[in-house]
């Protein structure tokens, strides 16, 4: 089995920065993409920021200049930054990611739980 855990958020104001992380356990041969999503209330999940095996990223238009992803593939870990907090940021954000778990296995995609992020004014 393989979990993803996130942590990080809170209550922020305005202007304010975050930093999320997700950490990957369990039976892991190795790590592919990665990626944020996040889900604002009465709202559709969107996809914040995805990063690839090799470093290489997008980030959503939306957030653009003000979020970061990093991975750092020894420790498993994941992480989003967050700069220049809007409250149209305020959703739960979730990790999700492609794992093997045997190598030469299939690929596999997990979920976290989510971490809230709530911005105000």
């Known amino acids: 089995q393989v979990q993803l855990v996130e942590s990080g958020g809170g209550l922020v104001q305005a202007g304010g920065s975050l930093k999320l992380s997700c950490g990957a356990s369990?039976?892991?041969?190795?790590?592919?993409?990665t990626a944020w999503y996040r889900q604002a209330p009465g709202k559709q999940r969107e996809l914040v920021a995805r990063i690839w095996w090799d470093g290489r990223t997008t980030i959503a238009d939306f957030v653009k200049g003000r979020f970061a992803i990093s991975r750092d593939n020894a420790k498993k870990q994941v992480y989003l930054q967050m700069n220049e907090l809007k409250p149209e940021d305020t959703g739960v954000y979730y990790c999700?990611?492609?794992?093997?778990?045997?190598?030469?296995?299939?690929?596999?995609?997990?979920w976290g739980q989510g971490t809230q992020v709530t911005v105000s004014l």
């Open positions: 999700a990611a492609v794992v093997k778990q045997r190598p030469g296995g299939r690929n596999d995609d997990y």
């Open positions: 369990g039976t892991i041969a190795s790590i592919g993409t």
